[in-house]
Structure formats: C-alpha cells, structure tokens
C-alpha cells in the first residue's frame, strides 16, 4: 500500500522504523526540509495545513494518516470524499484540534473532564474562578498554549482569544492510556502509563509503566475508554491523557488522535509497541498484543538550556554500556532549549529499580552542542 503520513517528525520516523519489516511504501509530508522523515521515506516539502497541498499529497495514497494534529482537516474530509482511505477520520481529527469542540465532545459522551466554560477572544469576562487553567482553541501541544492563571496578578497574562477556561483540578498523577480501534472494530487498550513532567519546560520528563491503580480508579479509567472509543465512530490509535486527582477522581485532561510521547516505552517494554499498533490500524490488520512485559520506562532527550546549533550527545557512550538501556535518537541534527531530540528506554525488574535507573541516565546525558 502507498501509506501518506502528514508530519514527519519523530512519531511517524518511528513508525517507518517499525513498519520497514513489511511490504509498504510511505511518503511524508513536513515543512521542513531536513524533518526526521525526510530520508527515510518519499519525501514532500510543503504545509500540511494547506488544503491544496494536502489534497495533492493525498490524492494518489491508498491511505492518509497523520502524526501531528495540526492539519488542515477540510482537506481530509475531501480525500474521504474522493475514496481515499484516512485514518483517523477528518471528523474526529477536526473535534480534537479545536479544543472547544473535544471539551464539548467529553460533556456529550459523558466523558468526565474538568468543569470549563468557553471564551470567545471578544472579551476578557470570565465566570470561572481563580485558579484556573487557559487552553488556547488551537495550535498547542508540548505546553505550548496552555497557562495556569492563579492570581488576579496572573490575570494580565491573559490571552484574549478562542480558549477553553477550565478549572484546576489538584493534581496526584498525571496517566496516559492509549487505545487502539480498526475499521473491523477490533479495540486493545495499553497498560496505563504514568507521566512525569519536568516542571520548568512542561515537558514529559519520565514515563513510567506499569503503574499501580486501585481497582475503582482502574474501573473509572476502563469506563473512560470503553465510552471514548463507543464515541468516536472512527478507527485509529488515541492517547488520552489523565489526572487522577488527590481524590481518587479520574478526569480526561485531553486527547490526542496519534501516536504520542507517552507510549514510547512500550518500544522495548510491551509485546508490542504503539508503532506496531499504529501500522496494523492503518492496514486495517489483526491488532497487535499489548501487554507490559516487564517494568519500563522512558526518559526524553531534550536540547539543555544554554545550547544552540549542531546537537552533542555528552555522555552518550557510557549511556551505550547499560544493560537494558535503549536509545532512539530522532536524526535532528540542530538542537535548541527543550527541543525534543531524542529518547532513551530503561527496562527493571521492579518500579524502585527502573525509577533508580532513569535517574542515573538523565543525570548521565546532556544534550549540548559544538
């Protein structure tokens, strides 16, 4: 199959990487020329959020898919229109990169997520009370277009624009649950995974899988994802995002209708990794087992502060002579303060001896340049 991806960044690198074992074709789409994608696939040049370019992209693939959210949509619903295959569907790409419209869609699928209200970017009048948490509508992802206004100090910061206003919810963990579903119908969820973020970039810092759940909070997590996927009449692969607050309250914070950072362990840590997944959804195959095998986790590889231009691993090597220790870089040569780069895999036979060997690790590599 001639297999079109929209983005090629790391995520649909990745994917390539896992799916080279079959017999496909794939062809990406990234505005940058030097993307992660752009030698390990046919490669165009050109906005994934132009319709025209899209639609050309599109038009001869035997299936469409994406790895960033931020596409032009319209677009997508057209290829559909004109048979082509595209997974997920434009519907429910469309309601997820508007975030009103996946706020609007967890209240009508009774779906539990913060108490919120809508903020149109005609006027600064807000009803909810301090603190609470700004997302714009569109555009952000890896902390980018979200803020956290406590104060009436805060309140100056304030972007006057379509945003959903959402209450804060006091946070214990923040988990991730990825499920699967293909054109047959077919679901497999994933072990939950448990995020942890380095609070200066509002980046994910650690993943870490499996985690320890109550029975009740497994049950309020298994009703999440059995009403999500009830609801989405579309297949694909999604990662729901989840705080599970200080009362044992599972909420959806958001979702994300692609592959995502947080399912990255499961590479070496599953029987099979989201990429694998991924690969099946869109061939519409059997789907693949999920099951944790061992205790894993994942550290990012980010671009340390102070840093700009051609990327240097220090410390790679000795990172190299750890057992059960596993590197993916990202063929960015260029780094920048936060810039994603890379990510590094840690198998354990415990949570206490994997938490140990992440630590070590991130202490060990820096992301530098010459």
């Known amino acids: 199959m001639k297999i079109g991806i929209l983005g090629g960044g790391q995520l649909g690198r990745m994917l390539i990487q896992e799916a080279l074992k079959y017999d496909d074709e794939f062809y990406t789409l990234d505005p940058a020329s030097d993307a992660p994608c752009h030698n390990i696939s046919y490669f165009t040049q ?41 997974v997920p569907n434009s519907k429910i790409i469309k309601t997820i990169q508007q975030k009103i419209l996946q706020k609007q869609f967890y209240a009508e699928h009774d779906i539990p997520s913060p108490e919120f209200e809508v903020m149109d970017g005609s006027s600064d009048e807000i009803k909810m009370p301090l603190p609470f948490v700004q997302k714009m509508n569109t555009g952000g992802y890896d902390g980018k277009g979200v803020q956290v206004i406590r104060t009436n100090e805060d309140m100056k910061n304030l972007w006057i624009q379509d945003s959903v206003i959402e209450k804060l919810v006091d946070i214990d963990k923040e988990l991730s649950v990825i499920v699967a579903r293909n ?55 999604f990662a729901i995002e989840l705080f599970l607050d200080k009362e044992g309250k599972v909420w959806v914070n958001e979702t994300a209708p692609r592959l ?57 090597e000795d990172v190299l002579r750890l057992p059960e220790t596993y590197v993916h870089l990202y063929g960015k040569t260029e780094t920048k303060q936060g810039r994603k780069m890379g990510h590094i895999n840690v198998l354990a036979e415990s949570r206490e001896e994997l938490m140990e060997k992440l630590v070590m690790v991130k202490e060990m590599v820096r992301v530098i340049s010459e």
């Open 46 to 86: 050109g906005n994934f959020n132009d319709y025209e370019t899209v639609l050309n992209f599109g038009k001869d693939k035997d299936v469409v898919t994406i790895e960033i959210e931020h596409v032009n949509a319209d677009a997508l619903a057209e290829l559909e229109n004109q048979g082509i295959k595209v």
């Open 183 to 237: 054109e047959n119908g077919e679901t497999k969820t994933f072990p939950v995974t448990e995020m942890v973020a380095d609070p200066k970039l509002n980046l994910l810092d650690f993943n870490i899988c499996p985690v320890f759940l109550t029975e009740e909070i497994e049950a309020q997590i298994n009703s999440i994802t059995e009403k999500f996927l009830n609801a989405i009449h579309s297949p694909g692969l």
């Open 260 to 316: 995502h950072n947080s399912g990255h362990q499961s590479q070496e840590g599953n029987a099979n990794s989201q990429f694998e997944q991924m690969y099946r959804v869109v061939k519409n195959l059997p789907l693949a087992d999920t099951d944790a095998i061992i205790y894993s986790g994942m550290l990012n590889l980010v671009g340390a502060e102070g840093f700009s231009g051609k990327v240097i691993y220090e410390g790679m």
